[in-house]
């Protein structure tokens, strides 16, 4: 039973309320290329998500230890990475909350200079289906002025914090004229975004929790569920989803997180992805900008 105040149960709904809700950031025509530049075989990107000390900021919690944890992101676990990937002569995409960047604008521009991308990761790691849509608007394009003022670089391509895409993000995406986004995971490899039935031009480079770090090794110490997996068995992972897209000539999408990956014992799992990749002799290392122009202009796809 129902009242006025009570909203429908979804198995009430009418057809058009379950339509609307898939269709409203739906996958479209695939974008894979033909071909991916120079004759790679397959594209690599790989992303950090510069986190730092915003997820208990977003939290309302002002413990010096947990904040402690972000310190080691920009601390030690940045110029680790940022060691591994000039020894490989790798550009990656470092997504960032505006915060993080504002609190660290040093980082952030000697990862610009060493030729990385910059890309938009909410204002303080919000989560965005909380926000209505003024105020999402908002954040994030106050989030882009203060990376490109900071980068000195234009900003063309967001990842929403944790992945939480809310029913109006597509929208926003869209009156912000941004080339790409990177939250949705309704494929391997790239796709064009659709709303409500109508083409977007935008990009979707799809993550996958199972290529993402934090999954692995996040800890809580006041959780009952404490997830930890060890490093030699996300490396088995990781490199299981690398060779499926060499194999199949697609897109191997991998984030990470400086402040959880950039730790002794795990750093050595992005550098064994590396060496493995550079073997091949025909991968593709390229920024998330690059792959989604790449695609955006060469992609022969058709409709999913």
Known sequence: MTTPDMPLPPWQWPERRWRAAVGRARAGRSLHPAFWPGGARCAFAISFDADHDTIPLRDGDE????????????????????????????????????????????????????????????????????????????????????????????????????WDFSVNTLSIIRQMGLLYDSSLMADDDPYELVQDGEATGIVELPPEWIRDDAVYFNFDRFSALRPYTAPRDVLDI???????????????????????????????VIASLLEAARQKGDVWFATHRQVAAWCATQSHGTTA
């Open 63 to 162: 413990s010096p230890m947990r904040i402690s944890q972000g310190h080691y992101g920009n601390r030690r676990g940045v110029p680790r990475i940022r060691a591994l990937l000039q020894h490989h002569a790798v550009p990656t995409t470092f997504f960032y909350p505006a915060v993080s960047a504002l609190i660290y604008p040093d980082e952030v521009r000697g990862i610009v200079a060493d030729g990385h991308e910059i890309g938009i990761h909410s204002w303080i790691h919000e989560r965005n289906t909380h926000l209505d849509a003024e105020t999402e608007m908002d954040l994030t394009s106050r989030a882009r002025d203060v990376l490109q003022d900071i980068s000195r670089r234009p900003v063309v391509g967001i990842r929403t914090a944790s």
């Open 238 to 268: 990781f490199m299981a989803e690398f060779q499926g897209a060499y194999e199949e000539g697609g897109l191997f999408l991998l984030t990470l997180h400086p402040h959880i990956s950039g730790h002794r014992s795990r750093i050595g």
